[in-house]
C-alpha cells in the first residue's frame, strides 16, 4: 500500500488549497474500508492531528473546523483536504495516513508529505 500526496504550495493569507492523497495497491472497497487522516507537522513542532473520515463520519481538530473539509472519492482511491481561509499558522507539511481498522483507530500507512505554506 502507498500513498502519494500532492497540492501543497504558497498561498496568502486568506487564500485556499485542495490536498489529494492517492492510495494505490488496494481495491477500491477496501480503500473505502480504511480509516483516512491528514496530520500536519510544523518546524519546531510535533506532528499533530487534523482531519480524518471514515465510515463513521469526519473528525476534525478544533483550530480547522469550519475551514477545512476532508472526503474521499472510492473510485479514485482518494482522499482531499479542501481548505479554505487559510492562516498563516497552517504552515506546515501535510501527511496524509491510512488505518485498516478505524475502529481501532491507529494507522498503519503514511504519505511521503506535501508543503503547505501561507503568508501573512
Known amino acids: 500500500v502507498q500513498l502519494q500526496a500532492s497540492g501543497g504550495g504558497l498561498v496568502q493569507a486568506g487564500g485556499s488549497l485542495r490536498l489529494s492523497c492517492t492510495v494505490s495497491?488496494?481495491?477500491?472497497?477496501?480503500?473505502?474500508?480504511?480509516?483516512k487522516g491528514w496530520f500536519r507537522q510544523a518546524p519546531g513542532k510535533e506532528r499533530e492531528f487534523v482531519a480524518a473520515?471514515?465510515?463513521?463520519?469526519?473528525d476534525y481538530t478544533d483550530s480547522v473546523k469550519g475551514r477545512f473539509t476532508i472526503s474521499r472519492d472510492n473510485v479514485k482511491n482518494t482522499v482531499y483536504l479542501q481548505m479554505n481561509t487559510l492562516k498563516p499558522e497552517d504552515t506546515a507539511v501535510y501527511y496524509c495516513?491510512?488505518?485498516?481498522?478505524?475502529?481501532?483507530?491507529?494507522?498503519?500507512?503514511w504519505g511521503q508529505g506535501t508543503q503547505v505554506t501561507v503568508s501573512s
Open positions: 495497491g488496494v481495491s477500491g472497497y477496501t480503500f473505502g474500508s480504511y480509516l
Open positions: 495516513a491510512a488505518g485498516i481498522s478505524p475502529a481501532r483507530g491507529a494507522y498503519d500507512y
Open positions: 473520515i471514515s465510515w463513521s463520519g469526519t
